[in-house]
């Protein structure tokens, strides 16, 4: 009797265990890709940039990656950058994917070269149906806003 009862209890925890919490799914390691416009205020002046292509990238730890690729935030800019701001939480409920951030140290190029004159303060934005990507932040004293579709 005793060997039954021990093999109901670990069938038990077996089981509950393989529930899933349809509250806050995480999302799979992998990559979207954007397409749209970043707005940078620059000198008191909204300057838009239409074809911004920024990546979001789920990693393995759980948060997300914003990858911005081969952008100049004002046209001023000498040369584009490819900027990643890593170690963003977000939360996965019904479709919608919310993320915020705050002190993150962006870095650039082949090496993660650190940013932090431009680290990322006030960092908030959604992605609604893996369709749609819209985020605000900082990247030091610059206020930057996108908005962006799936690309296929």
Known sequence: MKKLSFIAAIMALFICGCEKNSGNDEQQPGTLSFSGTMSV???G????????KIDVSYEEDG???LIFNQVKFVPQMPVS???KVSGITYIDRDGVVTFSGNNIIPTYGLVDAEMPDYTVTGLTGTISGNNILRFSLNFGAVPTSYEGALTL
Do not use: H, N, Q
């Not at 002046?45 to 911004?52: F, M, Q, Y």
């Open 63 to 65: 948060t997300l990656s």
């Open 41 to 43: 205020i620059f000198r």
């Open 45 to 52: 002046e909204t300057v838009p940039t239409d074809d911004v």
């Open 81 to 83: 950058l490819d900027v």
